[in-house]
């Protein structure tokens, strides 16, 4: 099993672009979410998905899109990226619909925004 | 506002030393309580935690949840250098099935 796979792993953007982050999981995991994370700030939920379908917000949703067409992806897009979009994000399954069990990490995806 | 707050933020310790990591949380609807290891890259699971009183242990780490005073620590004995990284704590809540962090704790462990 190749777990959770993110792409890319690097990206840069000029302010006001738009791109999609991919991931993916082979797990068959019904839930899925998307974090990033700042120094010093930990993990900060931006959506999440409790199975294809059905998306939710975070914490931090603001500026971001998701969609569930299927069990296996969870794609984030920026809509219109700004510099404060800067940062590590992460996606995380686990196991049934919730997020009380062991969360599965993505390698993650460093974005910067010029 | 749930809120979920580790301490200390950093600690530097020498080899061999034993060290406490604190995790307190105020959430609403409270179902487990996780701990990760996140060297350089991704977070790696270390315990959940959903009981209180009933320590698990992994080799040199150990955790307990206290859900009384809404607390967990991570005890790390007989540290060693392959310990240093940041170490965070989250909490599920039921009904709205989000995972809050806490900012995490930045153990370095000097030979």
């Known amino acids: 099993n190749a777990g959770v796979t993110q792409t890319p792993k690097f990206q840069v953007l000029k302010t006001g672009q738009s791109m999609t982050l991919q991931c993916a999981q082979d797990m068959n995991h019904e839930y899925m979410s998307w974090y990033r994370q700042d120094p010093g700030m930990g993990l900060r939920l931006i959506h999440y998905?409790?199975?294809?379908?059905?998306?939710d917000q975070g914490e931090v949703p603001n500026g971001y899109n998701v969609s569930r067409s299927t069990t296996e992806d969870f794609p984030l897009r920026l809509l219109s990226a700004a510099p404060s979009q800067t940062s590590v994000y992460f996606c995380a399954s686990s196991q049934g619909y919730t997020a009380y069990n062991e969360q599965f990490f993505g390698p993650g995806t460093r974005l910067t925004v010029l | 506002e749930d809120k979920v707050v580790q301490s200390p933020l950093s600690l530097v310790v020498h080899e061999g030393d034993t060290v406490t990591l604190n995790c307190s949380y105020e959430?609403?609807?409270?179902?487990?309580l996780l701990w990760y290891k996140q060297e350089k890259k991704a977070p790696t699971f270390l315990f959940m935690l959903?009981?209180?009183?009933i320590e698990k242990k992994s080799g040199r780490l150990s955790s307990i949840l206290d859900k009384k005073e809404l607390f967990s620590i991570l005890n790390i004995t007989a540290t060693q250098t392959g310990d240093s990284a940041v170490y965070l704590c989250?909490?599920?809540?039921?009904?709205?099935?989000?995972?809050?962090f806490g900012k995490g704790t930045k153990l370095t462990v000097n030979p």
């Open positions: 959430v609403t609807n409270f179902r487990s």
């Open positions: 989250a909490v599920s809540q039921g009904g709205s099935e989000k995972l809050v």
């Open positions: 998905s409790v199975g294809a379908g059905i998306t």
């Open positions: 959903t009981s209180s009183g």
